[in-house]
Nanobody, 123 residues
Framework: QVQLVESGGGLVQAGDSLRLSCAASGRSFSSYAMGWFRQAAGKEREFVATIGRRGDSISYADSVKGRFTISRDNAKNTVYLQMNSLKPEDTAVYYC????????????????WGQGTQVTVSS
């Protein structure tokens, strides 16, 4: 059982950077693989990045590869998403998720979700 709260979203211009944080509370944060997903208005929620329990097993969606970096600090019970070179296409609500089994790109394999944080990138 883990509770997740995202923060760090906002309104930026194309080319700018943001760092999202996901603060976790509850038992055994380090036992969960973590993921970031996003959902644009009128679209389905899509995979962004995932990271394993020890900071390994990192994967990215092709659309963000080379621009976004996922990391975690188990001592702080926090996972991060550093977003560089932001594009208007990155505009979405970004969700943090926890998976108690394995790293995954599939949203239905995640057990816990935060409420999301809005990222808006203007042209």
């Amino acid at each position: 059982q883990v509770q997740l709260v995202e923060s760090g979203g906002g309104l930026v211009q194309a080319g700018d950077s943001l760092r999202l944080s996901c603060a976790a509370s509850g038992r055994s944060f380090s036992s969960y693989a973590m993921g970031w997903f996003r959902q644009a208005a009128g679209k389905e929620r899509e995979f962004v990045a995932t990271i394993g329990r020890r900071g390994d097993s990192i994967s990215y969606a092709d659309s963000v590869k080379g621009r976004f970096t996922i990391s975690r600090d188990n001592a702080k019970n926090t996972v991060y998403l550093q977003m560089n070179s932001l594009k208007p296409e990155d505009t979405a609500v970004y969700y943090c998720a926890a998976n108690n089994w394995v790293t995954s790109t599939l949203r239905y394999e995640y057990d816990y979700w935060g409420q999301g944080t809005q990222v808006t990138v203007s042209s």
